[in-house]
């Protein structure tokens, strides 16, 4: 902590008396230092700024130490899980500015009540600085930050504290509060220091009191009095002891001016020879105009630009024009040829089309053979493009395409979904939404991970409800104030969390509040990192393994903890994979941990059975029948479900825009769902950033996708 009081009094009026406190989170003699030199800056910026208030000048100083602190974390030795908080308030006259950054604080206490300084926003109401930015928590975390600003009056017997909230959390704030009401600040100081030691504090226990008196008009000062000499040669003219000494001086100084006027005359000597010489050298003489340019000429040879610029313009117009006109254009008698090849190929496919739906007893050509069904579908399918590429409007090919696909979707067991309904609208109930991955619970409920304002939301699929359980920058319960939401993954009873300051928190379904979870080495993942996995296999006493795929080596990292409460994690993460697999795991697109752990690729997974990757020969999954019209491959999303008594394997294919189904022992094929070419379900599987599909005992599975809005509900029939 530190403060200062000016005793100039101009610059008492004007800046005031300055009282800082800094909380540091760990306590290393670097971060003593660093939170020293941050306290020196701020004092030394806030006095010497004269351009702007108290307030706007605090808040600038305070700034500008974050500013240094970024700049030298290295220099300074900051430690990566550490942090300096600074409260700083000023009183100047009546008033008190107050400006904070972090979990450090201050306090009011007026007639019996105590306020904090500046209040904290309400849990309910939109912190406005979220919109544009994280909100920092320690000075040097981020280059730009904003400070919270407060300013006030000030009255007779206020009592006014800056404390460590971590000294405010221990000793609680009813003794806080009374102990600054009742003692005077030495004594509370005292107090508040003993009983911080009595519960067993730790750590940050920084606290400055301060008492606001009021001081009478009529109160007795001090009278000046005159000053007389002390000695009888007081006010006669100094003389040296020294004899001669004054003399020489005299002397000496005669002695320099003499020598101070010559150099000036000799100096104006030189000046005055050299303006004579100067004087006899030949010069020309100034030319004065002799004509005075007229207005109307001037103005007559704008004229002549301005023509002359729109005479190239024009030039250019009719230079292009006939670029255009000499470009070849078809002849009318082309299209005769092109209508016929239209006509043609409509007939083609016509014919084709019906030859597969020609039913013989009772059963088309799909039925009876299908091989000839593929070869005359595949050949429709080709009519059709020849002939949109001639000219024919889509409309008018549209009705023909739909007979053809009917075809192709009984051959290659094609599923259309007919109905799509909306279980969630996100968009509808919060704003400035990013959703960008969902995972769901053993309750059933569905959690989101949004990164439009770094929120995990909960959403109940049965009453359509959303609540943001988790949301970046704003302080939790235990004062912990969490970071952007980065990876998300789901055990049996818990919900895990890694935020980008790679801190991890665990989230009950019960209890739905965020705790911060031990995980050693998580500062060590890699920024490109983006499948989590995790399984619980001893519910519910909170043990659970995670599985993370490194994005940057590749290597899968297993935390797997003891059966033993506190839960505690290896450090660091033991290596899962006991050999390097077919295909590179970086390459992964989602990460999938049962009994196995499954990892999808752009075509098929990769089988981990106990850590050994399984080789695409022995475990690949099947390509769908339908290659020969949509050979491309994008899988995106996995899950798993069982549906009776199979155990399915559910991909989702953005190049085609469709979920599939695979058996999970042996990959095979099982089927796919597409959505209608068109209607009020076109388009509905084109955006899918998560997928969801429920296990039932009879009947179709359930699938939830998370869309750009929200969430939608489809029946896999």
């Known amino acids: 902590m530190a403060f200062h009081e000016p005793a100039i009094g101009s610059l008492a009026r004007t800046k005031g008396s300055l009282f800082l406190l800094a909380q540091l989170t760990g306590g290393t003699t670097s971060l003593a230092r660093a939170a020293r030199e941050a306290l020196d800056v701020i004092q030394r910026d806030y006095y010497y700024d004269l351009s702007a208030g108290v ?27 550490s942090g300096v908080s600074i409260v700083a308030v000023v009183i100047r006259a009546r008033e008190a500015h107050a400006v904070k950054l972090g979990p450090a604080s201050a306090v009011i206490v007026r007639d019996g009540r105590m306020y904090e300084i500046p209040p904290p926003p309400a849990v309910a109401e939109e912190d406005p600085r979220i919109r544009r930015r994280r909100v920092a928590a320690t000075l040097g975390e981020a ?23 971590h000294f405010a959390h221990t ?55 005159p000053v007389r000499p ?123 089309v019906e030859i597969v739906e020609d039913r013989v007893d009772g059963a088309d050509l799909v039925d009876r053979d299908s091989a000839r069904a593929v070869e005359l579908l595949a050949d429709a399918h080709v009519a059709v493009a020849r002939a949109s590429s001639v000219g024919v409007d889509d409309g008018q090919l549209a009705p023909l395409r739909r007979r053809i696909d009917r075809g192709l979707d009984a051959l290659y067991q094609v599923a259309r979904v007919e109905a799509v309904d909306r279980v969630v609208d996100v968009e509808a109930s919060l704003d400035d939404v990013d959703l960008v991955d969902m995972v769901a619970a053993s309750d059933g409920s569905l959690w989101i991970l949004d990164a439009g304002r770094g929120r995990i939301l909960r959403t109940d699929p049965a009453d359509s409800s959303v609540t943001v359980i988790y949301r970046a920058g704003l302080a939790l319960e235990s004062g912990e104030i969490p970071g952007d939401p980065w990876l998300i993954a789901t055990a049996a009873t818990d919900v895990v969390v890694i935020d980008r300051q790679r801190t991890a928190w665990r989230i009950d379904l019960t209890e739905r509040i965020p705790r911060r979870m031990p995980l050693a080495g998580a500062a060590e993942i890699s920024s490109a990192t983006t499948l989590i996995g995790a399984l619980q296999h001893r519910p519910p006493l909170e043990i659970f393994t995670l599985y993370l795929v490194d994005g940057a080596t590749g290597e899968i990292d297993r935390w797997a903890p003891r059966a033993v409460i506190p839960v505690t994690y290896p450090d660091p993460a033991e290596p899962f994979l006991l050999e390097e697999p077919d295909l590179d795991p970086r390459e992964a697109r989602d990460l999938r941990v049962d009994v196995n752990a499954w ?109 750009a809005g929200g969430v939608v509900r489809l029946v896999l029939e």
């Open 143 to 165: 280059l730009e930050v904003e400070p919270y600003t407060w300013q006030g009056a000030l009255a007779a017997d206020d009592r006014i504290a800056l404390v460590s909230r």
């Open 230 to 352: 002390a000695e009888p040669f007081a006010g006669l003219p100094d003389q040296s002891p020294v004899p001669l000494a004054d003399a020489i001086g005299r002397g000496l100084h005669r002695a320099g001016d003499a020598a101070e006027s010559a150099r000036s005359a000799f100096g104006r000597g030189v000046l005055t020879v050299l303006t004579w010489v100067l004087a006899f050298v030949p010069r020309r003489r100034p030319e004065y105009p002799r004509t005075i340019p007229r207005t109307a000429e001037r103005e007559q040879g704008r004229r002549r630009r301005v023509g002359l610029a729109g005479m190239v313009v024009v030039a250019g117009i009719l230079a292009l024009g006939s670029t255009v006109a000499g470009l070849p254009a078809p002849r009318p008698t082309d299209a005769i040829p092109r209508a016929s090849i239209a006509r043609d190929a409509i007939a083609e496919a016509v014919d084709l």
């Open 55 to 81: 307030t706007v000048s605090l808040a600038r100083a305070l700034a500008g130490a974050n500013r240094r602190l970024y700049h030298g974390r290295r220099r300074l030795g900051i430690p990566r899980r």
């Open 171 to 225: 000793i609680g704030v009813d003794d806080l509060k009374r102990t600054l009401a009742t003692m005077r600040p030495g004594q509370a100081v005292e107090h508040l220091q003993h009983l911080f030691a009595i519960r067993g504090g730790s750590g940050s226990d920084g606290l400055l009191v301060i008492e606001v008196t009021g001081l009478s008009a009529t109160a007795t000062t001090q009278h000046l009095e």
């Open 599 to 707: 990892l999808l690729h752009a075509d098929t997974v990769t089988r981990v059975d106990f850590g050994s990757p399984r080789d695409q020969a022995d475990y690949s999954l099947d390509l769908p029948p339908d290659g020969d019209v949509r050979p491309d491959l994008d899988y995106r999303l996995l899950d798993g479900a069982t549906v009776g008594d199979r155990d399915l394997l559910y991909v989702y294919d953005a190049a085609n825009a469709r979920i599939i189904a695979f058996q999970r022992a042996d990959g095979a094929f099982v089927g796919q769902w597409m959505a209608p070419a068109d209607g009020p379900a076109a388009g509905a599987l084109d955006d899918v950033r998560g997928l969801a599909v429920t296990s039932v005992s009879d009947g179709p599975a359930a699938a939830y996708l998370l869309t």
